[in-house]
């Protein structure tokens, strides 16, 4: 069981993406595609959910080609892969509750009390418990975040893909985000793929880091590996140099 990308090419008009990206992901495991903004991290995780269809490559998901899917096969594959959007995303009109309720509304043999219950569960796992009643605009930025979160997990998808997770976040609120995301890793078994360009975050939560350069993955290590990597491209992204991701240094 495994989300599976390779040689992935996507450009819009003259402006190319992605040109031949590759990254595997593993059950059990948190990867943590990393890069600046507009590298094309939010593109590379909607080719997983068949929000975006690619030029040329592979996309698979548990055997599941995504972008050979119909519509009713891909709804099947967003069920079994949640998707937590940068801005969190909720209905402002509707309580929180009502927002985690509604991915499990359109599944077959959920009746209201199965409904209510597993929306408790949810917002327990997010450490929201009480607040089902709230609406959006009553919960912090944090909250909201992880009102998000408990809305993906709501139908039990075995993969989660996180958009920048923490980003806007103070230093406080990210600690307890990233905290969520290993709790979802180890307690609730969930596989997680998220982009960022938080590399604190990145550090604390991923097992693997894929640094997103150029349209490919410059590099792929464990965290303590991109610590201590000589390529130039990857240190200028650690410690933030853009004459040495960009290579533009003369
Ligand atoms: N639907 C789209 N149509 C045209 N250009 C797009 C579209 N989505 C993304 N792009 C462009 O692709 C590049 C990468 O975007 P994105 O993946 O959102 O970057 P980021 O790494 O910040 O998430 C950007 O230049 C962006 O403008
Ligand atoms: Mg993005």
């Given at each position: 069981?495994?989300?599976r990308?390779?040689d992935?090419?996507k450009?819009?008009?003259?402006?190319k993406?992605?040109?031949?990206?590759?990254?595997?992901?593993?059950?059990?495991?948190?990867?943590?595609?990393?890069?600046?903004?507009?590298?094309?991290?939010?593109?590379?995780?909607?080719h997983v959910?068949?929000?975006?269809?690619?030029?040329?490559?592979t996309?698979?998901?548990?055997?599941?080609s995504?972008?050979?899917?119909?519509?009713?096969?891909?709804?099947?594959?967003?069920r079994?892969?949640?998707?937590?959007?940068?801005?969190?995303?909720?209905?402002?009109s509707?309580?929180?509750?009502?927002?985690?309720?509604?991915?499990?509304?359109?599944l077959?043999?959920?009746?209201?009390?199965r409904i209510?219950?597993r929306?408790?569960?949810?917002?327990?796992?997010?450490?929201?418990?009480?607040?089902?009643d709230?609406?959006?605009?009553?919960?912090?930025?944090?909250q909201?975040?992880r009102?998000?979160l408990?809305?993906?997990?709501?139908p039990s998808?075995?993969?989660?893909?996180?958009?920048?997770?923490?980003?806007?976040?103070d230093?406080?609120?990210?600690s307890v985000?990233?905290r969520?995301?290993?709790?979802m890793r180890?307690?609730?078994?969930?596989?997680g793929?998220?982009?960022?360009?938080?590399?604190t975050?990145?550090?604390?939560?991923?097992?693997r880091?894929?640094?997103?350069?150029d349209?490919?993955a410059?590099?792929?290590?464990?965290?303590?590996?991109?610590?201590?990597?000589?390529d130039?491209?990857?240190?200028?992204?650690?410690?933030?140099?853009?004459?040495l991701?960009?290579?533009?240094?003369?």
């Amino acid at each position: 069981m495994s989300i599976r990308l390779d040689d992935v090419h996507k450009a819009f008009g003259k402006k190319k993406v992605l040109k031949g990206f590759s990254v595997e992901v593993t059950e059990g495991e948190t990867v943590a595609i990393v890069g600046p903004s507009g590298i094309g991290k939010s593109v590379t995780l909607k080719h997983v959910n068949g929000l975006l269809t690619p030029d040329r490559g592979t996309i698979v998901v548990d055997e599941l080609s995504v972008p050979e899917l119909d519509r009713d096969g891909l709804a099947n594959l967003r069920r079994r892969v949640g998707f937590v959007f940068q801005f969190a995303a909720l209905f402002d009109s509707m309580t929180i509750g009502e927002n985690v309720a509604m991915a499990l509304r359109r599944l077959e043999g959920w009746d209201e009390e199965r409904i209510g219950l597993r929306v408790s569960e949810c917002l327990e796992l997010v450490d929201l418990q009480g607040m089902s009643d709230s609406y959006p605009s009553q919960l912090s930025g944090g909250q909201k975040k992880r009102a998000g979160l408990a809305r993906a997990l709501a139908p039990s998808p075995r993969y989660i893909l996180y958009d920048e997770p923490t980003t806007g976040l103070d230093p406080v609120t990210t600690s307890v985000i990233d905290r969520l995301l290993l709790r979802m890793r180890d307690e609730v078994g969930v596989t997680g793929l998220m982009v960022t360009h938080d590399m604190t975050s990145a550090f604390r939560v991923a097992d693997r880091i894929v640094l997103l350069h150029d349209g490919k993955a410059r590099f792929v290590g464990a965290p303590e590996e991109v610590q201590s990597a000589d390529d130039p491209v990857v240190r200028g992204f650690v410690t933030g140099d853009p004459a040495l991701f960009y290579g533009n240094a003369s």
